[in-house]
């Protein structure tokens, strides 16, 4: 179940279309540091500690372990025996998560997500992390500047899955972030916009339209999400 990682470089997206509730809170990480040391727990996982969890393979078997969610890689973590912090290696063989009364589903371009809703065929999934915004470039004599022109950042990701030892005196700027999924019954993963609302409701396309057109829809907002999914299973 472990996960080796390499060198590798981390693309910089800049998102400046955030929820109110994903901009709370900025982190300022100084290059070179170990980000175990630097970001609390709280702000590197989505649970406060790790907690006990089952995984559920395709096979039958269950598994249960310490879990935890971190928001860096978007994928559920475990301790080892060892009481080593380690990223799940086979999750292609994973039905699904359950880490208290919180239920993950794998995706392999995405990660891990949350399912957060049941609205008949459809669930509603969420993934939170913890992006890189941009940085602020070391100007000397202890003082920063803000910049956003940045492309990459060089780093590794050591035996425990944690990213460390960016070279630079700059410091990173992260934040919080939340994107939403549609889930259907096939566990097959679609981003929330009115293309695929209609896909996966063909039978109900002339109500959806109806809907859309008389409420302004943010699908990048899960207030408006829930509020259609609800409209959906209605119908």
């Given at each position: 179940?472990?996960?080796?990682?390499?060198?590798?470089?981390?693309?910089?997206?800049?998102?400046?279309?955030?929820?109110?509730?994903?901009?709370?809170?900025?982190?300022?990480?100084?290059?070179?540091?170990?980000?175990?040391?630097?970001?609390?727990?709280?702000?590197?996982?989505?649970?406060?500690?790790?907690?006990?969890?089952?995984?559920?393979?395709?096979?039958?078997?269950?598994?249960?372990?310490?879990?935890?969610?971190?928001?860096?890689?978007?994928?559920?973590?475990?301790?080892?025996?060892?009481?080593?912090?380690?990223?799940?290696?086979?999750?292609?063989?994973?039905?699904?998560?359950?880490?208290?009364?919180?239920?993950?589903?794998?995706?392999?371009?995405?990660?891990?997500?949350?399912?957060?809703?049941?609205?008949?065929?459809?669930?509603?999934?969420?993934?939170?992390?913890?992006?890189?915004?941009?940085?602020?470039?070391?100007?000397?004599?202890n003082e920063y500047s803000g910049t956003a022109a940045v492309?990459?950042?060089?780093?590794?990701?050591?035996?425990?899955?944690?990213?460390?030892?960016?070279?630079?005196?700059?410091?990173?700027?992260?934040?919080?972030?939340?994107?939403?999924?549609?889930?259907?019954?096939?566990?097959?993963?679609?981003?929330?916009?009115?293309?695929?609302?209609?896909?996966?409701?063909?039978?109900?396309?002339?109500?959806?339209?109806?809907?859309?057109?008389?409420?302004?829809?943010?699908?990048?907002?899960?207030?408006?999400?829930?509020?259609?999914?609800?409209?959906?299973?209605?119908?």
């Open positions: 179940m472990i996960k080796i990682f390499s060198i590798f470089c981390i693309l910089i997206c800049i998102y400046t279309n955030l929820n109110a509730q994903n901009t709370d809170k900025t982190i300022r990480v100084k290059n070179g540091s170990d980000i175990r040391k630097t970001v609390p727990m709280r702000d590197r996982y989505l649970y406060e500690e790790f907690k006990e969890g089952k995984v559920f393979f395709r096979n039958g078997n269950i598994s249960k372990s310490p879990l935890n969610y971190s928001l860096f890689h978007r994928e559920i973590q475990f301790i080892s025996p060892a009481k080593d912090t380690l990223l799940l290696g086979d999750n292609d063989f994973i039905s699904k998560i359950i880490i208290q009364s919180d239920t993950f589903y794998f995706d392999r371009s995405h990660g891990h997500i949350q399912k957060i809703g049941n609205y008949g065929k459809i669930k509603l999934g969420k993934q939170q992390m913890l992006l890189i915004m941009g940085n602020e470039k070391y100007a000397g004599y492309s990459s950042f060089s780093n590794f990701s050591n035996r425990n899955g944690e990213l460390q030892q960016l070279q630079s005196n700059d410091k990173l700027i992260l934040r919080r972030k939340s994107d939403y999924y549609l889930i259907d019954q096939n566990l097959r993963f679609a981003l929330p916009n009115r293309a695929n609302f209609l896909k996966l409701f063909p039978e109900k396309r002339k109500d959806i339209t109806a809907y859309l057109k008389e409420n302004e829809t943010d699908f990048l907002k899960e207030t408006d999400l829930v509020k259609l999914l609800e409209f959906c299973q209605s119908l």
